[in-house]
């Protein structure tokens, strides 16, 4: 008899409330970093996945960012959805003046298809091989043949790793020739210091100009029990750095987590991230002139 299969576990939900921050960005202001989950009768989850979250659909989220003060966003691919793109550019639709999708592709997409999926309001792709989210590992070949079928229409790749993986990768984002968006400060733990190898990956690959880091996940990078401060010295290296090629992202719904006391406060996560930035017009930069830069290659 065969053994039955692992039962995949359910994690948590994003929290309700949401700290107010102390400081409510202008208008224009994005969220470079979200998902939309469900309802799984419409948009079902693949079976080969590592946890199974709750439904959180775009009007959730947009109550959420607005209580940040935040009123536009990418909406990116999740692991958990699998090889289907059809939810996010479902929410594009909805509004599409506020919104642009971050797609999965694979090595049998068209040129044509990516022009389908530019017309409905995509303008990057996603690879994800994050252990922690996928059994699926980098396949170099499937980025550059996705680079090659979307070259003309000037799309980014976003990145999300390992940090213990970033070391390892610094010749190959460097020599890639389209924008690169490292996902959650390249997973680094921050607690291990500036000195650390991914740290120092992290800062020499930030100093490429078609490198872009995205200020996000400091509920990823810092482990449990380490305050949000842990990250902040990592963030003003970058400030340093790559200023004009930072952007912020919630990460919401926050999927993965298990614990209720995990669950980070989106209030807090960007009140870390406005503790981190103290300067007004470079708060400003990272929520506004810096994705809108990042879109200009494909309007």
């Known amino acids: 008899m065969s053994a039955a299969p692992p039962q995949i576990p359910d994690c948590l939900g994003p929290r309700p409330a949401v700290t107010v921050p102390s400081w409510r960005p202008p208008a224009g202001c994005w969220d470079t970093q979200f998902h939309v989950l469900g309802p799984q009768s419409r948009f079902p989850y693949p079976p080969q996945r590592h946890y199974t979250p709750p439904d959180a659909p775009l009007d959730a989220w947009r109550r959420m960012a607005s209580s940040l003060g935040i009123d536009h966003g990418f909406v990116i691919h999740a692991n958990t959805q699998g090889p289907d793109n059809e939810i996010y550019l479902d929410a594009v639709a909805q509004a599409p ?12 997409t068209s040129p044509a298809e990516v022009e389908a999926l ?21 396949d170099p070949d499937v980025v550059r043949h996705a680079i090659d079928v979307s070259r003309h229409l000037g799309w980014f790749v976003q990145l999300h790793f390992d940090g213990a993986q970033l070391p390892h ?5 460097g020599g890639l020739d389209v924008p690169v968006v490292i996902d959650h400060l ?27 880091v995205k200020v996000s996940g400091f509920d990823r990078v810092c482990p449990p029990g380490a305050g949000y401060e842990a990250v902040a010295p990592l963030v003003q290296r ?13 990460d919401w719904p926050h999927t993965g987590w298990f614990r209720p ?10 009140q870390a991230f406005l503790d981190c930035v103290p300067r007004e017009e470079d708060r400003i930069r990272i929520l506004k002139t ?3 830069r990042l879109l200009a290659r494909n309007p």
Do not use: K, Y
């Open 169 to 173: 990768l610094v010749d190959w984002i």
């Open 118 to 138: 530019h017309r409905r309001g995509a303008r990057g792709m996603r690879f994800g091989f994050n252990r922690q989210h996928t059994a699926a590992g980098l």
């Open 261 to 270: 006391e995990h669950m980070p406060d989106d209030g807090a996560l960007f």
């Open 97 to 108: 003046q506020d919104l642009v999708a971050v797609v999965r592709l694979d090595a049998g």
């Open 238 to 250: 970058l400030g340093d750095t790559a200023l004009d090629r930072l952007v912020w992202g919630s």
């Open 186 to 212: 390249g997973r680094v733990d921050a607690t291990e210091g500036l000195d650390a190898a991914p740290q120092r990956a992290l800062l020499q690959l930030a100093e490429c100009r078609h490198v872009w």
């Open 290 to 292: 810096n994705p809108l």
